[in-house]
């Protein structure tokens, strides 16, 4: 059999890829792989701890793309994917994932008549103006087979014309990094103390929460950016607050002046944080404050109640049967929600069908007999 080439091209590709990377290999017999990262974000220093942290093999080939505009990032994805395709004859491309790298290697497959795999399909926020939206939807349609993190995700393919045939119902590899992490987690108050943070900051009672924030449609405008911050700091107030600032949030509050709005006594600024230590700041917390679409999966599998603070979620479960809520950027709502978790009230949740840390083995052997 020829490889099966995998692409990662941003932070959460590696927590997806990672378990598949292990259940192909461990397959019997094992299906050959060739891993390609594009480079579409590329942090040396981050991505090297990311492959320890995930047990990740290093990439067999960079692209080395770096950052630009979607259509240029997206086309260079393209022009420097193709030769590999050409020389390399895959069984397949397998994607992870809504990043520009997932739509432009698919693309890129496709036209060649080469198979495409992809995992996590079916995820839909119904917001195009979101570009992982897009990147969703047409990854989707042109796609093969289309492996999916939880059932509702197969009605939103079918309304968009998928036949049943194509989909394969494997649940969560980002819960499978999880599981296989968790022991590993770093103790929260050590990483406080690697940043030179007290711990005393957090009180008697060690309790905390947890922020990030990084979408462009919450940190890019300085009104919005700013009463975030205020209802943060209102929160704060009640109990600490952890803020791993992601490098666009940070310019961004340089750019407006807005660090006044941040309490130093009670809310500690954190650069961003390597996967080890992030799970064992969401491990430890009390309820998690995001715009992340991930994170809302792994407080799900954690039991941590979060509020997303968005107006939409391509994650419903996390809603349904998780320990997530949507609460937009509407300060009241952000605060009765906090306060709720705070007074005990928060969601408990249960842990969905199939997130059970053995999504990428089922990957595998669907793919096995799939390419058979």
């Known amino acids: 059999m020829n490889p099966v080439i995998c692409i990662v091209g941003a932070r959460p590709n590696f927590m997806k890829m990672a378990p598949i990377l292990r259940a192909l290999a461990a397959h019997s017999p094992p299906i050959p792989m060739l891993l390609v990262h594009t480079g579409q974000h590329y942090d040396r220093d981050m991505s090297d701890k990311l492959f320890e942290d995930l047990a990740l093999p290093r990439p067999d080939i960079n692209l080395e793309v770096g950052s630009a505009s979607h259509a240029v990032q997206t086309a260079e994805v393209m022009r420097r994917f193709e030769p590999l395709v050409d020389a390399h004859h895959p069984s397949c491309v397998l994607v992870v994932g809504d990043v520009n790298s ?5 693309l890129v497959a496709t036209k060649k008549g080469i198979p495409v795999a992809h995992v996590e399909s079916g995820l839909r926020s119904n917001d195009r103006a979101m570009p992982e939206e897009i990147n969703r939807i047409l990854t989707d349609q042109i796609s093969d087979r289309l492996y999916i993190t939880e059932r509702s995700a197969a009605s939103n393919l079918a309304r968009e014309g998928i036949e049943n045939a194509r989909i394969c119902f494997v649940g969560n590899v980002m819960i499978d990094s999880l599981l296989h992490a968790k022991h590993k987690a770093v103790d929260p108050f050590e990483t406080l103390k690697d940043h030179g943070i007290d711990a005393a900051m957090l009180g008697a009672s060690g ?7 990084h979408r462009p449609s919450n940190v890019d405008n300085q009104q919005t950016l700013s009463d975030l911050l205020g209802v943060l700091a209102e929160v704060a107030v009640k109990i600490p607050l952890v803020f791993a600032l992601h490098p666009r949030t940070k310019a961004n509050i ?28 969401m491990a430890g917390a009390t309820l998690m404050l995001t715009d992340s679409g991930g994170l809302q999966e792994e407080t799900t599998a954690l039991g941590v109640p979060c509020l997303t603070l968005r107006e939409n979620t391509e994650r419903p479960i996390t809603i349904d049967q998780g320990t997530n809520t949507l609460v937009g950027r509407d300060r009241q709502a952000i605060l009765d929600a906090s306060f709720e978790i705070l007074a005990g009230r928060g ?26």
Do not use: S
């Open 347 to 372: 969601k408990k949740g249960r842990v969905p069908e199939y997130w059970d840390g053995h999504a990428a083995e089922r990957i595998a052997a669907d793919l096995w007999n799939w390419l058979k």
């Open 254 to 281: 340089e750019r407006f002046g807005l660090f006044n709005l941040i309490n130093p006594n009670c809310m500690a600024l954190l650069p961003p944080q390597g996967y080890l230590e992030m799970l064992g700041l």
């Open 207 to 213: 309790h905390y929460g947890v922020v990030t924030l």
């Open 102 to 106: 997932t739509l432009a290697c698919a």
